[in-house]
């Protein structure tokens, strides 16, 4: 079946160094959506790529999509303590309806002040 | 903004109790849907709703029924409450005019069963 891979399952960083998520669909996908669940807090929505080779950029935060619609990367400049969190990225499911998102499995980020 | 609300965020159960998690979204979305996180295996989708009445299985639907009789409100149901459903219970919507598959979710439910 369809599967969204992600590495690394974790990543620890000091403040201010950078840290990259990498996401690997085995499926063609439409779109890619990214979402980040603090401790304690539910996933939310962060951003939604839609072209094959599209960037993005939140603050520091530069999202990518591949030419090939396959895979996807987070990039954060200099993580600071209010990044740490899970990382997801979800893709439509190809199986039946679209209205399914398969989710990764997240990179956990930690920042060491 | 999107408010999807869940009934309780703590819960403790016993062993074979009828278990309802409920979940309310204010957004007029069509589509529901109830996941269990657990440490390391990421969300997993339990059973989805894409309208009123309407129901698909997930990826792990085995314990657990649900049920849509409003278009604001999906309920997960575990039949038999047991030990191994003891983790994290999240419900979301989606089916924004914007982007219809961008998923909006609720605080959760943390579930102890005893």
């Known amino acids: 079946g369809q599967q969204v891979m992600q590495i690394p399952q974790y990543q620890h960083v000091q403040e201010g160094e950078d840290f990259t998520t990498y996401c690997n669909s085995s499926?063609?996908?439409?779109?890619i959506q990214w979402y980040k669940q603090r401790p304690g807090g539910h996933p939310v929505f962060l951003i939604q790529?839609?072209?094959?080779?599209e960037v993005k950029k939140q603050k520091r935060l530069t999202f990518q999509f591949g030419e090939a619609k396959k895979n996807s990367s987070l990039h954060i400049t200099a993580t600071q303590t209010t990044d740490v969190g899970t990382y997801f990225c979800?893709?439509?499911?190809?199986?039946?309806?679209?209205?399914?998102?398969?989710f990764g499995k997240g990179t956990k980020l930690t920042v060491n002040p | 903004d999107v408010k999807v609300t869940q009934s309780s965020r703590y819960l403790v159960k016993r062993t074979g109790e009828k278990v309802f998690l409920e979940c309310v979204q204010d957004?007029?979305?069509?589509?529901m849907f109830w996941y269990r996180q657990d440490p390391g295996l990421g969300l997993r989708l339990i059973y989805f709703?894409?309208?009123?009445?309407?129901?698909e299985k997930g990826d792990i639907p085995e314990g657990y029924s649900v049920s849509r009789e409003k278009k604001e409100r999906f309920s997960l149901i575990l039949e038999s409450a047991s030990t191994n459903q003891t983790s994290m219970y999240l419900c979301?919507?989606?089916?924004?005019?914007?982007?219809?598959?961008?998923?909006?979710f609720g605080p959760g439910t943390r579930l102890t069963v005893l």
């Open positions: 979301a919507s989606s089916g924004d005019r914007v982007s219809a598959d961008t998923q909006y």
């Open positions: 499926t063609t996908l439409s779109n």
């Open positions: 790529l839609v072209k094959s080779g």
């Open positions: 979800a893709g439509p499911g190809t199986q039946g309806g679209s209205e399914k998102l398969v």
């Open positions: 957004m007029d979305h069509e589509n």
């Open positions: 709703s894409y309208d009123v009445k309407m129901k």
